[in-house]
């Protein structure tokens, strides 16, 4: 859908008001509004990817942790 709106704007560039006549102040702006749609399985397929991706995280952070530990062991052993 597409419509033509007069904006008006704040100091920091948001959009203060809209108004669908000329308005002193406001610009004319054609508009643009594209629906979203969200279904529930969309969701659910980002949650588990969410967890994946978390596990796969604790799984970096565990070898890390080894491999600092092992670091930390050598580093103890030398002697200057």
């Known amino acids: 859908m597409i419509f033509k709106y007069f ?3 704040d100091d920091d560039g948001e959009i203060k ?3 669908r006549d000329k308005v002193k102040g406001a610009k004319e702006y054609i508009v643009k509004l594209i629906p979203i749609e ?3 399985k969309e969701l659910d397929g980002l949650d588990k990817k969410v ?3 978390a596990e796969e995280v604790l799984k970096g952070t ?3 942790r080894r491999e600092i530990d092992k670091v930390t062991r050598d580093l103890r052993r030398l002697r200057i």
Request: aromatic share 20%; hydrophobic share 40%; proline share 0%.
């Open 62 to 64: 565990k070898k890390f």
């Open 38 to 40: 969200r279904s529930e």
């Open 7 to 9: 904006v008006e704007f």
């Open 17 to 19: 008001a809209l108004y």
């Open 51 to 53: 967890l994946k991706s």
